[in-house]
């Protein structure tokens, strides 16, 4: 349980996604009434990635790194307090650490975490696999990965919530009902059911089509509960025949949030959270967050 004094923390490094995210950061402490702290993570010497055999390495001055890096968080800072208009207190630090370590850190007393995503397709991959990646796998608590701006509430947006017929649902729920409360929309709730996954071919038409019924009856009873406990919440539900990511992603287009569980586990659908939301981390094209689910 994250405590209350706990901020919303959103790691940033100068670039325009940086800045995507503390504009999804900022909304989201104000939501919550909590403070902001942005991190900026540097190395010293600088990550230069592989460098040619005999190239003469540039000098750096470590005080020149430093003031670099502090120039990254007062920018991020200003942007920070210009949206927040002084509704909430926003604080930044450049740490000195590999990125993911250094978020890592910081999750630990964070009720999220925030990172941004370049969305440059095969080169964004490989950088969401070394900070989205490794962070949302085993941050301390949930992790908002801004793949793309969030849809506005009165456009009718619903936060979608990628549920797998498991207990661990309930985590990815809760997150999702709390977030649609603060932010004054609806919740999607989805649930993928893909025909590999689901049973072997032998199957007959009826066996199949009573594990759909047995999945809708579970959906629909488990969103009962939701609904009763945030009637401000409008609710709407999807049953898939599709692959979890495919599925997601094409549901959670131009909508508030994604929300999915941060580690492997099967049951009703025969998906696997774990690892879809790698999958979905580098697709979607809204926000995506992360929840811790267990083991």
């Given at each position: 349980m994250w405590q209350e004094q706990y901020p919303v923390v959103v790691g940033v490094d100068g670039t325009e996604a940086s800045a995507l995210a503390v504009r999804w950061a900022v909304r989201e402490a104000v939501a919550r009434h909590r403070r902001l702290r942005v991190v900026h993570a540097y190395s010293w010497?600088?990550?230069?990635?592989?460098?040619?055999?005999?190239?003469?390495?540039?000098?750096?001055?470590?005080?020149?790194?430093?003031?670099?890096?502090?120039?990254?968080?007062?920018?991020?800072?200003?942007?920070?307090?210009?949206?927040?208009?002084?509704?909430?207190?926003?604080?930044?630090?450049?740490?000195?650490?590999?990125?993911?370590s250094v978020l890592l850190t910081e999750s630990a007393q964070a009720e999220v975490v925030v990172v941004g995503s370049r969305r440059l397709h095969a080169v964004g991959s490989a950088m969401l696999g070394s900070v989205g990646a490794g962070l949302t796998a085993r941050a301390a608590g949930p992790t908002v990965v801004v793949r793309g701006p969030a849809g506005e509430a009165a456009e009718g947006t619903s936060v979608i919530a990628g549920v797998d017929g498991g207990e661990r649902s309930a985590t990815v729920l809760r997150?999702?009902?709390?977030?649609?409360?603060?932010?004054?929309?609806?919740?999607?709730a989805v649930l993928c059911r893909h025909p590999r996954m689901v049973g072997p071919a032998r199957w007959t038409a009826a066996a199949a089509e009573?594990?759909?019924?047995?999945?809708?009856?579970?959906?629909?009873?488990?969103?009962?509960?939701?609904?009763?406990?945030?009637?401000?919440?409008?609710?709407?539900?999807?049953?898939?025949?599709?692959h979890p990511v495919s599925g997601l992603v094409a549901e959670s287009a131009a909508q508030q949030l994604l929300v999915v569980g941060g580690h492997r586990r099967h049951a009703v659908a025969g998906s696997l959270l774990g690892s879809v939301s790698q999958g979905v981390l580098h697709h979607a094209d809204c926000p995506v967050a992360v929840v811790p689910t267990g083991d």
């Open positions: 010497p600088p990550a230069l990635g592989p460098v040619p055999m005999y190239t003469e390495l540039p000098e750096y001055d470590p005080k020149e790194v430093r003031l670099a890096a502090e120039r990254v968080v007062d920018d991020s800072v200003r942007l920070a307090r210009e949206l927040a208009d002084d509704r909430i207190e926003v604080t930044g630090g450049a740490v000195e650490g590999h990125r993911v997150y999702a009902f709390e977030h649609a409360s603060r932010h004054r929309v609806g919740v999607r009573q594990a759909r019924v047995r999945a809708a009856s579970w959906l629909a009873e488990v969103l009962a509960g939701w609904e009763q406990k945030y009637p401000d919440v409008p609710v709407s539900r999807a049953l898939l025949d599709d």
